[in-house]
């Protein structure tokens, strides 16, 4: 006779939003099939939407679950539960909110029609959540590939540009190869220590000393660079400035706020959870790739005059700066990564909706001199985008200003202060071109200056993310206790 098939057991509230997420994607795949005209843009932004709060209603019960029994693990250990999980699927679920808000206005005014910016958004967004919540190598890649096949398909997204096509090509080619990387790395690993599952490798190492551990450090090191491929950390970064600036801009939002969140969230699980009892063999790795990506990232920003060449670069820099907090290991390590992820998410998408409503029907008016004056025509667009520049400048009231204070203090504590020396003249740098472009916001307007239409859904996003920068930025007490207490499952 043949053995049953063992089914493990699941805690449906800890998946929840990972069946919401890609229950509304199938949903308007469904509704797409069976109707005979296309779904409206209304209709498709509604379920995203809807699909979005349900998700940060879950969070809510989830958050009250580990309140009362801790943090836990189900599917076979493979998922966890615990409050990093639990507040980085928020943050995902907050950014897709308000980048499928800016994509309905982009697309009603392209006389774009249909629901498949939503459907591969949702699906994007799942993989995110099954990132931050992976308890497993395999799980892990299997987010990994859904968020990035969803991404790919968005950055194609506008097929009158040939710029599109060619970013989405190179973006499918390098991430491909940084997928291989990754899963050549886990199996590593899994040579080294006979299992993927993070916990066990966790205690598999504490409990024992390996005599020839180069398959391990071999294997470390490719998921390492596997995920640095993913932050755009340098010199993985050849894809992301010719990516931010071909594929349509909403998508560019949406892709800089998920992509930071779920990839730092698995980051953080893998350095410092399973692979931390040899934290000191990964830091002189992660030292390099902080000096090189800080530098570089600003350093290249300041010769660019395409506004969204100088936010991919900008989005380098800062994954830099997130590295500070994984590099120091620590409760506080850990604590200042999710602070900065949670700010920065909302604040790029903001930034990408005034991008959006500058460059115009077609979304190629997208230089800097397009920003000129635009404080003067229509003070409360300009003084936004002000705000938001600031904030990622690291201002002080502004949320950047304590999202940079709490990895760098991270990294004080561990012995890392000329790290962090780098990282703030790295920041020093990037100020030129922050204020260079604040500064052309307040400047003169040119003779053939227009205004900028800007629709409800949008000025409500870009509304949002000013208010958060601000109100968090002047009170940032509420957002740094809940990044204290959204601990690990297996703390550092």
């Not at 379920?47 to 879950?58: F, Q, W």
């Not at 992976?134 to 590939?145: K, R, T």
């Not at 398959?215 to 950390?233: D, E, H, M, Q």
């Not at 705000?387 to 204070?405: D, E, I, M, N």
């Amino acid at each position: 006779m043949s053995a049953p098939i063992v089914v493990p057991s699941i805690h449906y509230l800890t998946i929840l939003s990972v069946i919401i997420l890609f229950g509304a994607s199938l949903f308007l795949v469904f509704l797409t099939a069976l109707l005979r005209t296309k779904v409206t843009q209304v209709w498709a932004t509604a379920v995203t939407c809807g699909a979005s709060l349900a998700v940060l209603v879950v969070t809510f019960f989830q958050w009250r679950c580990i309140d009362k029994a801790g943090a836990s693990t189900t599917v076979a250990h493979a998922i966890v539960l615990d409050g990093f999980s639990v507040v980085a699927t928020g943050v995902i679920a907050i950014s897709l909110l308000m980048a499928s808000l800016v994509a309905h206005d982009w697309a009603v005014r392209e006389g774009v029609r249909g629901a498949e910016y939503q459907i591969l958004a949702l699906a994007a967004s799942a993989g995110a959540v099954l990132m931050a919540q992976a308890n497993d190598l395999i799980v892990i890649f299997l987010g990994l590939e859904i968020m990035s096949l969803g991404l790919y398909v968005l950055v194609a997204f506008d097929r009158h540009r040939k710029t599109s096509a060619e970013a989405a090509l190179k973006y499918f080619l390098l991430g491909g190869f940084a997928s291989a990387i990754f899963i050549y790395g886990a199996a590593l690993v899994y040579g080294a220590t006979g299992t993927t599952n993070l916990t066990t490798i966790s205690y598999f190492l504490a409990s024992n000393v390996l005599l020839h551990p180069g398959l391990l450090y071999a294997g470390g090191a490719l998921l390492i660079v596997g995920f640095a491929f993913k932050v755009a950390a340098v010199p993985f970064h050849m894809w992301s400035p010719d990516v931010y600036e071909g594929a349509p801009t909403p998508v560019t939002g949406f892709m800089a706020s998920i992509v930071k969140v779920g990839a730092f969230a698995a980051f953080v699980r893998v350095v410092i959870s399973a692979l931390g009892t040899q934290m000191e063999t990964w830091r002189p790795i992660l030292w390099v790739l902080i000096v090189l990506t800080t530098v570089v990232g600003a350093s290249l920003a300041l010769i660019q005059r395409n506004a969204k060449r100088i936010l991919a670069y900008s989005s380098i820099n800062h994954a830099g700066f997130i590295l500070l907090g994984v590099w120091a290991g620590t409760v506080r390590g850990v604590a200042g990564t999710l602070f900065y992820v949670m700010t920065y998410a909302p604040t790029v998408v903001a930034t990408f909706a005034v991008v959006t409503l500058v460059g115009g029907m077609g979304d190629e008016n997208h230089s800097i001199d397009a920003y000129r004056g635009l404080a003067r025509r229509q003070p409360w667009l300009g003084a936004s985008m002000a705000v938001l520049l600031l904030s990622q400048l690291g201002a002080p009231l502004t949320t950047g200003f304590y999202a940079k204070y709490s990895v760098l203090a991270a990294a004080i504590d561990v012995g890392g202060s000329p790290l962090a020396l780098i990282a703030l003249l790295s920041a020093a740098i990037a100020a030129f071109f922050y204020l260079r472009w604040a500064m052309a916001l307040y400047s003169d307007e040119p003779v053939d200056a227009v205004r900028v239409a800007v629709p409800r859904a949008t000025g409500v996003v870009i509304g949002l993310g000013v208010a958060m920068t601000l109100v968090f930025g002047v009170w940032p007490g509420p957002i740094a206790t809940l990044a204290q207490h959204a601990t690990l499952l297996f703390n550092p």
